[in-house]
């Protein structure tokens, strides 16, 4: 009865790796300047939502009722889309002083309510890839360009974790199958957990930018 019995699997395997890991850093982001981390561990949180709901779809989408499996891909792209709000939200909140970030939040969470909207009726997941990459892609160049962050050591480890996931989105949107029980969704899983590695690294270093 399961469609997709190997991407439903890798789908979770990521799902319970984000969902570990977003529990580690929330623990260590209890102290002051640490809303950064905070929004780094809620990320990590939503990606795990997504991969669950993802693997949900791929494993039993021909079993479902149709209103239930569009449902649960509705809630994949959409939760996929606000993991990256919430990773560059932390990006901002670690590069940009309070008084100048206020303003750019309320853009980053603003174009957010827009995707969202989108994908009720657009569920392509190359508008997924396009959302998150383009946020991704704002991560790096904050980490590379804003003075503080440069000097930090969490940002070799982002570097390292989004080189992987446009990787993992590479090969996704490739098509290429290793095995027809090893294809290209599979494969994006498994870089994408070394991706999330690198990434969570780099957010428990992550501090909030002084006033």
Known sequence: MI??????????????????LAWRLRSKAGGANRRAMRFWAQALAATAVGSFAGGTY????????APLARAIWAVTTIVVGLAA??????TLTAAVPRSSR?????????QFAIYAAWML?????????VEYGLAMLLVLLFHLAAPRLRREPS?????????LTFVAAGIQQSGFD???H?????????????AVWFLYKGGSHLADTPV
């Open 182 to 194: 090893l294809n290209h969704n599979d494969l994006q899983h498994l870089v994408q957990m070394v």
């Open 58 to 65: 791929h494993g039993f989408n021909t079993v479902l009722p």
């Open 85 to 90: 709000c919430l990773l560059l939200s932390a």
């Open 155 to 163: 940002t070799r480890w982002v570097v390292a974790g989004v080189a």
């Open 178 to 180: 290793l095995h027809r």
């Open 102 to 110: 206020r303003w750019l939040l309320v853009a980053v969470w603003g």
């Open 121 to 129: 009726r657009h569920d392509a997941f190359v508008n997924v890839i």
């Open 3 to 20: 469609t997709e019995p190997s991407t439903l699997a890798t789908d979770y395997m990521l799902g319970s790796l984000c969902a570990a």
